[in-house]
């Protein structure tokens, strides 16, 4: 690993200029799971790593019952999956984290670090898209909000400005007569990256019965995690049959990009998709209808 | 440039100078020489350097020494007390958990950590939590035998 500058600001302001002062060439560390093992292969060499570790605003998980579930950056994967609040708020997290690469990983890795590094063999952020979450961002001077979809460009690349920090995700409540399903399918050891990983969020109609909209977003399958948005509105003002939940996996698995790599060709994790985008709103529908 | 940390490692106040490239495991190894944890796959996959921080297991291989500034270590050194083995070590050696032991630190590392949160933990939680060590000798089901031992008696 090449030598670096080392900097702890305990403001996010402080944080933004040391950013905007290294004009590009400069990483956030938050967890440091991922950044650490691209710097030892040499595929980052930054001049400087901000910790922003020691910004005491970036922790904690909270509830309001308007906003919805506020994640700090800094929470870790580990804290997600044992928060009691996450668990009664939204199960689909909780259950989705104990997946998610291993006990040491978890432990490190932050919400934050797993978005903003844009690495798209992972989890969390189908999840978000399905949820309608945003993410809050800081710049020096400056606050944005923008839905979670929009953060994601390009293979590790995201809408994050050189001297802008990722601060909070913020997942709004579940509507009314709406329910969210995500299954992710890993090729070989339970700890791999996931090969497929699929969430699907229904919400029907007053008559309970019809889905008024839909959420299909599919994770692993291209650069960014893709909304398979036809999929989606083959679905609006219909009851799921399995037919149609045939129907709308064989759509969404077409909406995907995937390549072929160590977790399956690409026609093999087409056939995923379908299956999975067919098993989750067969799920999230049944749910749905009898809560 | 150097940084001076601060930490505690196996119960004790500890000072190093670190370079902010060094890794967790580098320190440990080199400068303290507890060279109980191991390096194995690099990218915290395999767990061999396996150590405690602040109580909770992580891949020393990948986290950078400056960063544990303030905080506390625990090695498999450190794990036993008074000349003592500590319970799972112990019941590693009974049920014969190891062959070659280089994944053996970590392993024993983070059963410890998982009786402290669960004392009384289920085979699929010991799996979950496990799930993340590798052991090439495949000493699997001894070492789950060793676990199951362990919270049974506690």
Do not use: W
């Not at chain 1, 993410?135 to 995201?158: H, M, Q, W």
């Not at chain 1, 995907?256 to 995923?272: F, M, Q, V, W």
């Amino acid at each position: 690993m090449r030598n670096f500058d080392y900097l702890e600001p305990v403001t996010v302001a402080e944080a933004c200029a040391l950013l905007k002062q290294y004009a590009g060439e400069a990483k956030v560390f938050a967890g440091g799971s991922h950044l650490t093992i691209l710097m030892k292969q040499g595929l980052y060499q930054p001049k400087a790593l901000v910790n922003i570790k020691k910004i005491s605003e970036l922790k904690g998980i909270k509830y309001d019952a308007k906003e919805g579930l506020c994640i700090g950056a800094l929470v870790t994967h580990r804290e997600i999956e044992t928060s009691a609040l996450v668990r009664e708020k939204f199960p689909v997290l909780s259950d989705a984290e104990r997946e998610v690469a291993n006990i040491r990983v978890r432990n490190m890795g932050t919400v934050g670090g797993n978005l903003a590094s844009g690495e798209p063999l992972t989890d969390l952020s189908q999840i978000f898209i399905a949820l309608d979450g945003k993410a809050k961002i800081s710049g020096p001077n400056r606050e944005r909000i923008i839905p979670v979809e929009e953060l994601f460009i390009d293979f590790y690349t995201t809408s994050l400005a050189e001297d802008e920090i990722l601060t909070q995700v913020v997942v709004p409540p579940l509507p009314a007569r709406s329910s969210i399903e995500y299954i992710r399918f890993s090729s070989s050891s339970v700890v791999d990256k996931p090969s497929a990983g699929v969430a699907v969020r229904l919400t029907l109609d007053s008559s309970g019965n019809a889905i008024q909209t839909a959420r299909i977003v599919l994770g692993c399958v291209g650069a960014t995690p893709v909304r398979a948005r036809q999929a989606e509105a083959s679905l609006a003002g219909k009851g799921l049959t399995p037919q149609l939940a045939e129907e709308t996996g064989s759509a969404a698995s077409q909406e995907c990009n995937p390549t072929s790599d160590l977790r399956g060709s690409e026609h093999y994790k087409r056939a995923i998709v379908r299956t999975l985008v067919k098993r989750a709103a067969m799920t999230a529908y049944k749910r749905a209808t009898s809560a | 440039m150097k940084k001076p940390i601060s930490l505690k490692i196996n119960g004790t106040e500890r000072h190093a100078e670190v370079e902010p490239r060094t890794t967790l495991l580098e320190m440990i190894r080199d400068q303290f020489n507890l060279t109980g944890a191991k390096l194995g796959c690099d990218i915290q996959v395999c767990g061999a350097c396996t150590l405690l921080l602040d109580g909770k297991p992580v891949s020393a291989c990948s986290v950078l020494a400056v960063d544990v500034d303030g905080r506390e270590v625990l090695t498999i050194e450190g794990l036993g007390q008074n000349n003592a083995l500590h319970p799972v070590q112990e019941a590693f050696m009974e049920f014969g958990a190891l062959q070659c032991g280089y994944c053996t630190s970590g392993f024993i590392l983070t059963a410890k950590a998982l009786l402290d949160e669960i004392p009384q933990p289920t085979d699929e939680q010991i799996r979950d939590y496990l799930a993340g060590n590798f052991c090439r000798c495949g000493c699997y089901q001894e070492i789950m035998q060793a676990i199951r031992n362990v919270a049974k008696i506690s």
